[in-house]
T-cell receptor
Framework: AQRVTQPEKLLSVFKGAPVELKCNYS??????LFWYVQYSRQRLQLLLR??SRESIKGFTADLNKGETSFHLKKPFAQEEDSAMYYC???????????FGTGTRLQVFP | GAGVSQSPSNKVTEKGKDVELRCDPI?????LYWYRQSLGQGLEFLIY????????KSGLPSDRFSAERTGGSVSTLTIQRTQQEDSAVYLC??????????????FGDGTRLSIL
């Protein structure tokens, strides 16, 4: 079955520290993966997608098919990065996404 | 419109009552999604509409839940005989859909539903 697992409900770091939000997936086909973010009092929005191989707000995520992972990383966390982060997997060739349970990132000053 | 609009923003009702939640997608978006966001459960997929195709209802948790989309635009999620476990934030999203490459989903602010 298709599944996205985010093992950490809460991740707390100090400003300037590296951060890695873990995401593992279970999928039988060729996966397409995304990270969505929800800042306080804002709407859920797309952060980045693995196909684009982009860096957004200093965040990157590499798809590792061998480990079935798509961890989100940033070398130096900022206070404004504090938010709820969701990893998502595209369901076959549809527009449907399967989301993980989310990880709350807290960055302390 | 400027974005996905959901109403009401908050709804408090008694157990056993029916509720209707409304979603206005971005104009021109053919795909519309409903999710439920609750503590510890993350984002739970409920239902997905794509153009004139039959909706994907695989995420609806029980037959008390139903949704419709009239005229390919506005959607209503109905919960009958509400239970306390239905308390959650209900999110709607839309996307252009029917593209070769999957498009980002644009989310509304959600409706916070509280069942007393």
């Amino acid at each position: 079955a298709q599944r996205v697992t985010q093992p950490e409900k809460l991740l707390s770091v100090f400003k300037g520290a590296p951060v890695e939000l873990k995401c593992n997936y279970s999928y039988s086909g060729s996966p397409e993966l995304f990270w969505y973010v929800q800042y306080s009092r804002q709407r859920l929005q797309l952060l980045l997608r693995h196909i684009s191989r982009e860096s957004i707000k200093g965040f990157t995520a590499d798809l590792n098919k061998g480990e079935t992972s798509f961890h989100l990383k940033k070398p130096f966390a900022q206070e404004e990065d504090s938010a709820m982060y969701y990893c998502a997997l595209r369901f076959y060739n549809t527009d449907k996404l399967i989301f993980g349970t989310g990880t709350r990132l807290q960055v302390f000053p | 419109g400027a974005g996905v609009s959901q109403s009401p923003s908050n709804k408090v009702t008694e157990k056993g009552k029916d509720v209707e939640l409304r979603c206005d997608p971005i104009s021109g978006h053919t795909a519309l999604y409903w999710y439920r966001q609750s503590l510890g459960q993350g984002l739970e997929f409920l239902i997905y509409f794509q153009g004139n195709s039959a909706p994907d209802k695989s995420g609806l948790p029980s037959d008390r839940f139903s949704a419709e989309r009239t005229g390919g635009s506005v959607s209503t999620l109905t919960i009958q005989r509400t239970q306390q476990e239905d308390s959650a934030v209900y999110l709607c999203a839309s996307s252009p859909g029917a593209q070769v490459r999957i498009q980002p989903q644009h989310f509304g602010d959600g409706t916070r539903l509280s069942i007393l």
